[in-house]
């Protein structure tokens, strides 16, 4: 099977990639997809089968609040922004995220 040129918003990584597209303001559900894909300059897809999830789970703990209000294009949609709890655990998991990606790194400079 060949491997896909866009991955889906890296399994583990979706509530880091949601916090991090709240952090830049509220959005609604398609928003935050749209907003994870342009800051990857197109590379992840945020899908729905995995985004909507991840906001309830994230909405659910406390991370982020929701409330409905109307789009640019007059209809209705919940709107997602990130809480003063989300932005500390934001910080937390960019930090472990670093460190992750850091020891990564170390182990593939000896494997090339």
């Known amino acids: 099977m060949p491997r896909s040129a866009k991955p889906d918003a890296l399994r ?4 880091l990639l949601i916090l991090t597209a ?19 300059r197109g590379r992840l897809d945020a899908n729905q089968g995995s985004l909507y999830p991840a906001l309830q ?12 209000q109307s789009t640019e294009n007059n209809r209705q949609a919940r709107y997602y922004t990130i809480t003063r709890q989300g932005r500390r655990a934001l910080g937390e998991e960019v930090d472990r995220w670093k460190r992750f990606a850091a020891a990564i790194s170390l182990v593939l400079e000896h494997g090339s």
């Not at 928003?31 to 342009?38: A, D, H, N, V």
């Not at 659910?60 to 929701?66: A, F, L, N, P």
Request: zero cysteines; proline letters at 0%; glycine letters at 18%.
């Open 22 to 40: 709240l952090s830049l303001g509220s959005a609604h559900g398609w928003g935050i997809g749209l907003r994870i894909q342009e800051l990857s």
């Open 12 to 15: 583990g990584s979706i509530d």
């Open 57 to 68: 789970r994230l909405e659910h703990r406390g991370d982020i609040e929701s409330e409905w």
